[in-house]
């Protein structure tokens, strides 16, 4: 089984920069593909980025291409999430994510999911 643990969630002010990191635990880490989704205040659920089990491939939603940075430790079992140029819209309960399978964006491919941390970005 594994958990997934995310911290680093805050309120920060329109144009600064955020780490978020997550912490697994189980086996096997670096056979998992991991990513980051995303749940703005009444809206849906939305993929932000995800990696492949090496991290030698990176991939993200288009309102966070060019600001946001996914990466992932397999020694320490740990993926984050470099977040700069803040803006309001990013405002939002990030979640860290792993699947056995690729998945990309789709949120039901993901078999597991953190208890998220929330990101507020003021103006």
């Known amino acids: 089984q594994v958990q997934l643990t995310e911290y680093g969630g805050g309120l920060v002010q329109a144009g600064a920069s955020l780490r978020l990191s997550c912490a697994a635990s189980?086996?096997?880490?670096?056979?998992?593909?991991v990513g980051w989704f995303r749940q703005a205040p009444g809206k849906e659920r939305e993929f932000v980025a995800t990696?492949?089990?090496?991290?030698?491939?990176?991939y993200y939603a288009d309102p966070v291409k060019g600001r946001f940075t996914i990466s992932r430790d397999n020694a320490k079992n740990m993926v984050y999430l470099q977040m700069n140029s803040l803006n309001t819209e990013d405002t939002a309960v990030y979640f860290c994510?792993?699947?056995?399978?690729?998945?990309?964006?789709?949120?039901?491919?993901?078999?597991?999911w953190g208890q998220g941390t929330r990101v507020t970005v003021s103006s």
């Open positions: 990696t492949t089990r090496s991290g030698g491939s990176t």
């Open positions: 189980g086996p096997a880490f670096g056979t998992l593909i």
């Open positions: 994510v792993a699947a056995r399978t690729w998945s990309l964006s789709r949120a039901d491919g993901y078999e597991y």
